[in-house]
């Protein structure tokens, strides 16, 4: 299907404004990219996120980033001034796993490739984590002793991890021969926005790998994964996602999901994508709304506000 014109939040008529903020209740974000750059910060921000909680929206947060603690979030939002931000009000792939290992009963222990905090997440849920952790150089003569299994695992979880080594990886096909240990999985991204010039690769190609070599599909709890917004559907009781506006940075992960879930979908230019990349997209991969910054809301309220 060609590629149509997708309206700019800020070019809509007076009346389509309103209509536009009308037409849902729940707001839901990315972060990198959205409220702020992985090492840099975005203006007002913080702001547009109030302007949407004192129009009485209610705004969640769902990242792909479990990199980043809890207590991390929660400074972050409150830097940016979000008012009344709880750790509750964040989704990320560690919180996604624990959800989907408690609602599954998953046999426990579980092998994780996960980040430090990520594995804090989930063992603070109560699930017994295991990882690989080496004191020495590997070797060859050393590889099988040090990746070999030691016990029966429920699962092996992968996620963004900038500390992930070959013996990780190694030792998680080696658990995953086994076809009764499941494959739970966030960290789907193929790009990692640092900055607004600089994007590192993301963690998509390490789980292609072991993909490839265990012959294992994982189960995606991350965006753009339908599961996902399963989980955002039970925890935040969205009981109309048409209702729901997913505000993301990114063409295959955020408007992909938002669309994948049902959800209405606003692209922000202040991250990752291009506003090339949407033009060029076909239809039923854009989004139905686009804005240069989520701080557009500010200048739409003022519209609307002035034409009251």
Same mark, same amino acid.
């Given at each position: ?119 804090? &997440? %989930?063992? $603070? ?5 295991? +990882?690989? *952790?080496? =004191?020495?150089? @590997? ?69 292609? &790998? %072991?993909? $490839? ?5 994982? +189960?995606? *709890?991350? =965006?753009?994964? @339908? ?70 809301? %500010? ?10």
């Amino acid at each position: 299907m060609s590629a149509r014109k997708v309206p700019h939040i800020l070019k809509l008529s007076a009346e389509e404004q309103k209509e536009f903020v009308n037409s849902f209740d729940v707001v839901m974000c990315d972060c990198d990219g959205v409220m702020w750059m992985a090492t840099s910060p975005l203006p007002r921000t913080g702001e547009a996120a109030n302007a949407l909680k004192d129009d009485g929206k209610r705004v969640y947060f769902v990242s792909n980033n479990s990199e980043r603690p809890e207590e991390e979030y929660v400074n972050k939002f409150t830097r940016i001034g979000v008012k009344d931000f709880q750790a509750s009000h964040i989704m990320h792939p560690a919180k996604s796993m624990l959800y989907y290992i408690k609602k599954h009963n998953i046999k426990q222990p579980v092998f994780s490739l996960c980040s430090a905090h990520g594995n804090e &997440t %989930i063992r $603070r849920g109560g699930v017994d984590v295991r +990882t690989l *952790v080496t =004191k020495e150089d @590997v070797e060859i003569a050393t590889l099988d002793k040090i990746t070999r299994p030691e016990q029966k695992m429920g699962a092996v979880l992968y996620d963004i991890n900038l500390n992930l080594t070959y013996a990780q990886i190694a030792a998680a096909t080696r658990y995953l021969a086994d076809k009764d240990c499941q494959f739970i999985a966030g960290g789907t991204d193929w790009l990692l926005p640092m900055s607004k010039d600089l994007t590192l690769p993301g963690f998509c190609d390490f789980l292609d &790998t %072991i993909k $490839r070599f265990s012959g294992r599909e994982p +189960t995606i *709890v991350s =965006k753009p994964a @339908v599961l996902l917004g399963e989980i955002l559907k039970d925890v935040y009781k969205l009981a109309d996602p048409k209702r729901c506006l997913f505000v993301g940075d990114s063409l295959t992960h955020d408007v992909r999901f938002g669309l994948n879930c049902g959800f209405q979908t606003l692209l922000v230019l202040s991250g990752g994508a291009h506003i090339e990349e949407m033009w060029q997209a076909s239809a039923e991969n854009q989004p139905h709304f686009y804005a240069d910054s989520i701080a557009d809301f %500010i200048e739409l309220y003022a519209n609307i506000s002035k034409n009251t």
